[in-house]
């Protein structure tokens, strides 16, 4: 009875050890359990901080889109207006010169010639006309307020080539005494080609060229002038090949100075300076158009695209 007992109790006291030994480790795998939820937990709670301030970046970054967006729409709109704008002014320009038989818009690439006739016109230009139209080459002319201006203003225009203003008198004495003179000059001249052609030319060339000394006995005057065109917006346009018609070359003459200076030279650009009032240049004409074409250069008259030819001012 009594060792029955003895082993009731270390029974007992075996299951108490087990019970302890349970409990024990049951408390182990809760405390650990819990550490990992509390980890967990931190981890979520960061998580969502970050995904917070991740969204408010979007909501930011979406807001700075939208604005971009929208200045974008207004800078496409203004730009679409001033297209629009831009193109009604071609459009006007294109028709313009259509109206007056100009393509001021022609664009010549290569090696150009531009044929300049000054001083007229004058009984010689119906001939020099007639030769440009042989080879259907167009040039330009600076005009004067000469006797045959009424008769050939139009017909120059008609006839697709640009008319460009010399001043009225060509007189140096007085166009050259004052910036006042030379204007009311320039505007004479304007004023005539306007009402004969309807045309405003805004192309000069300036009587002795930019370059000129003979209008020393006003000092200053040229430096002054060429400033003030390009200020009221005519281009003006020296040469940079002479005929030489004015100083009296012959037929022969004119035709050898342009001929050799387009050999001797490799401008792209070749203005060169004619008299329409000359015999010798009404001659030469037809051979310096032929052998030119045939050396490979195109002819054009004076547009918007031709570069300036200046000299250099010495007054
Ligand atoms: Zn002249």
């Known amino acids: 009875m009594k060792n029955k007992k003895i082993i009731i109790l270390v029974l007992l006291f075996i299951s108490f050890c087990f019970l302890l030994f349970c409990l024990f480790n049951f408390y182990k795998l809760y405390d650990s359990k819990i550490k990992v939820y509390e980890k967990q937990k931190s981890t979520y709670e960061n998580l969502k901080k970050e995904n917070n301030k991740l969204k408010m970046e979007i909501a930011n970054e979406t807001k700075k889109g939208e604005k971009i967006e929208d200045s974008y729409k207004s800078l496409n709109e203004k730009k679409e207006s001033l297209e629009k704008v831009i193109n009604e002014k071609e459009a006007e320009k294109e028709r313009k010169a259509k109206e007056q038989n100009q393509d001021y818009t022609k664009k010549v690439t290569g090696k150009v010639i531009y044929l300049t006739f000054d001083d007229g016109p004058s009984n010689y230009t119906e001939d020099i006309l007639n030769t440009l139209d042989k080879y259907d080459v167009k040039a330009t002319f600076f005009v004067t307020c000469s006797g045959s201006l009424d008769k050939y203003a139009k017909k120059i225009i008609e006839k697709g080539h640009t008319l460009g203003l010399h001043t009225c008198t060509h007189r140096y004495n007085t166009i050259y005494s004052s910036e006042e003179n030379y204007f009311n000059d320039l505007n004479s001249i304007s004023n ?72 001797n030279h490799n401008y792209s650009t070749n203005m060169v300076l004619m008299h329409d009032i000359k015999v010798s240049t009404k001659d030469a004409l037809d051979g310096i158009i032929k052998d030119a074409l045939d050396m490979g250069y195109t002819f054009s008259n004076i547009n918007d695209y031709t570069s300036e030819v200046h000299h250099s001012v010495n007054n």
């Open 192 to 263: 005539k080609v306007e009402e004969l052609t309807g045309y405003k030319s805004k192309y000069i060339r300036f009587p002795g060229g930019s370059s000129n000394t003979i209008s020393r006995f006003n000092k200053g005057i040229m430096t002054r002038l060429t400033q003030k065109v390009t200020e009221d917006g005519y281009k003006y346009y020296d040469w940079n090949i002479d005929s030489g018609d004015a100083a009296g070359a012959d037929k022969d003459g004119v035709y050898n100075n342009v001929i050799s200076a387009l050999k």
